[in-house]
């Protein structure tokens, strides 16, 4: 009970023949088709807008995380430039004075 099967869906479609005639019909289908593009149109253009809203609430969402990235990424590369002059520093050779 409650499935639509190939003897329902032709019993549906004689209906709805009768109903229309074989003259409007296709004019029925055919504003169906144009109903179902303008639906997924607009669907669409709420969907982008959406997107284009929700660009910059993530960037208020976590607007210092720019910032963070950027700090994190000053510290690391301060880190090692300091570790490498420190290297090279240990690399050169002593050179006794003899006269100290």
């Keep these: ?3 639509i ?3 329902e869906l032709l019993l549906i ?3 709805i023949l009768l109903l229309f005639g074989t003259k409007r019909l296709p004019e029925l289908m ?6 179902v593009k303008t639906f997924n149109d607009s669907k ?3 969907m982008d807008e959406m997107d284009s ?3 910059p609430l993530n960037v208020v969402k976590n607007p210092m995380g720019a910032v963070k990235k ?4 000053s510290i690391s590369s301060t880190k090692t430039t300091k570790a490498s002059s ?3 520093l240990d690399s050169e050779p002593v050179s006794e004075d003899k006269n100290v």
Excluded at 30 to 35: M, N, P, S, V
Excluded at 70 to 73: D, G, H, N, P
Aim: glycine letters at 18%; zero cysteines.
């Design 30 to 35: 055919r504003g169906l088709g144009k109903g």
């Design 70 to 73: 950027e700090v994190i990424s």
């Design 1 to 3: 009970m409650g499935e």
């Design 86 to 88: 420190i290297t090279d």
């Design 13 to 15: 479609a004689i209906v």
């Design 5 to 7: 099967g190939p003897k």
């Design 44 to 46: 669409n253009s709420v």
């Design 53 to 55: 809203i929700k660009k």
